[in-house]
């Protein structure tokens, strides 16, 4: 949807950056070391499928080695080209700093349509492209690590380890050569729903400070509030189905590629997946009316707007007309620079993308550790922690000569599990992350808005890694 007089997507972030590193007064020469990207990996290699020969292309990039591994995810989409992975490899660096996840920033793509493939064909095509990976450098444990992105999931990031393993099976830590891969092959509890899970909390942090609720236009808590959702797919969904079934959010409208369904009284979010699982889309879901201009509904008046789809949908060509107080990017890079411009001046608040879903890489970072340590989390403490509260819960009976109810009982004595872990770490992340944004908004007098405070308080900390190690 980007017009011909705005910047590419990569242009964006970098002119986003820019923005930043003018407001903290850095200096030049570390600023472009910082914004420069690493290295980019470009294959094309041969699979014969249904026998003939088809050529793929893919690429990685890695923009920064300041920490390592680099982290990111790896795409499977018909668009994918290196300007995107560049900007989306950059993106990953600042959202890694942020969220204080000690990884550089790296993306994935192969250019494919991942619907024209079976299981089978996908598979082949997919340890293909790993083995060009691994035979260059640009996957391991130990220095590039991939994720599931847009078109890539469990199921691809299992079959990426079991080609790793079969390169490498001398490498202990085979399995923490990709995250979010199935809970029995390695993976993590959590991690599927991660970045939605954070979507969730960011905004539930936005609402815990009383400035940003009056900056916003907004009146009491969350519950009750409106929203408009873009892209149903895994963040999609899982940041709706959580809004709205532990925070009382109604989704008056969600935006398809095949168009857009509203109801001002509310869509039912597992429902309308349940409805798009059996039909393959949202047409003639019986609860809302349908709309064929998806784009046209980013301008429904609502509460938050939650753009979880593709880049560059909220442009200079829709800005003026986008009716949201409160802009949630759960996306990567879904408003442009250009349409940034205009919503600040407007007065939208926009939580950004590199905050807002930072909660996927988090919890890769929990499964990372995870695999280098060989246990889950909860292991060692889980039946320690029963048996304190057991006997905690026994004092509380000898004191008072009262017997505590069960309820009581069972929520004092329950031991953490892995998943209880994950949500308290992810919840911590995206709080303290946040914290961090609100104070350099208060305290940097050229900083104005969310999305500049993010930035400044991402570089600040990744400069400061560069100048610590020395490497100017």
């Known amino acids: 949807m980007k017009t011909n007089n705005e910047p590419s997507f990569r242009k964006s972030v970098d002119l986003m950056v820019d923005k930043a ?27 014969k499928i249904r026998g003939k020969i088809e050529v793929f292309t893919g690429w990685r990039a890695t923009h920064s080695t300041h920490r390592l591994p680099s982290k990111g995810g790896i795409r499977f989409a018909p668009y994918a080209d290196q300007d995107e ?47 060009e990976l691994v035979r260059k450098g640009f996957l391991s444990p130990a220095t590039n690590v991939p994720a599931p992105d847009m078109g890539t999931g469990q199921r691809e990031m299992a079959w990426i380890a079991d080609t790793y393993k079969h390169l490498h099976p001398e490498d202990i830590n085979y399995v923490a050569c990709v995250t979010g891969k199935p809970v029995h092959h390695g993976g993590i509890q959590g991690r599927v729903e991660a970045t939605g899970r954070g979507v969730q909390y960011a905004i539930r942090e936005f609402f815990r400070h009383s ?21 149903l797919g895994n963040v999609g969904y899982h940041a709706a189905k959580f809004l ?66 593709l880049e560059s949908q909220i442009t200079l060509e829709n800005a003026d007309r986008i009716n949201a107080k409160l802009i949630v990017e759960a996306a990567n890079g879904p408003i442009t620079y250009g349409a940034d411009e205009t919503l600040n001046k407007k007065g939208t608040i926009i939580i950004p993308d590199a905050y ?24 060692m403490q889980k039946r320690h922690d029963e048996l304190r509260g057991h006997q905690f819960a026994s004092m509380l009976e000898e004191a008072t000569g009262k017997s505590v109810s069960n309820n009581l009982r069972s929520s004092i004595t329950k031991g953490a599990d ?33 999305r500049t405070a993010c ?17 100017f």
């Open 85 to 131: 992975v560049e900007a989306l490899a950059a993106l990953m660096t600042y959202k890694c700093a942020i969220v204080d996840v000690p990884f550089g920033g790296s993306k994935g793509a192969l250019l494919i349509d991942p619907s024209l493939y079976d299981r089978d064909e996908l598979e082949m095509i997919t340890r293909r492209f790993t083995l």
């Open 455 to 471: 930035y400044v308080a991402s570089i600040t900390k990744i400069a400061r890694s560069y100048i610590d190690i020395g490497v």
């Open 356 to 379: 807002a879903n930072a909660g996927g890489v988090t919890v890769s970072y929990f499964e990372w550790i995870r695999n280098i340590s060989h246990m889950r989390f909860g292991r």
């Open 244 to 309: 709205t079934e532990e925070d009382g959010v109604i989704i008056t409208a969600v935006i398809e590629r095949d168009g857009a369904l509203i109801s001002d009284q509310g869509i039912n979010i597992e429902d309308l997946f349940q409805h798009i699982s059996e039909h393959g889309t949202i047409k003639n879901f019986p609860s809302a009316s349908f709309e064929e201009d998806g784009l046209k509904v980013l301008e429904k008046e609502c509460d938050i707007l939650i753009p979880a789809a």
């Open 21 to 47: 590193i003018t407001a903290m007064n850095l200096d030049m020469g570390t600023a472009q070391a910082i914004k420069t990207c690493n290295a980019v990996l470009q294959v094309k290699f041969p699979v």
């Open 418 to 450: 892995e998943l209880d872990l994950v949500r308290s770490g992810l919840d911590d992340t995206m709080r303290l992350a946040y914290q961090q944004i609100r104070d350099t908004l208060d305290n940097n007098e050229n900083v104005h808005d969310l």
């Open 211 to 231: 400035e940003d609720i009056k900056s916003a236009n907004f009146t009491g808590t969350l519950e009750g509030k409106t929203c408009v959702i873009q892209g």
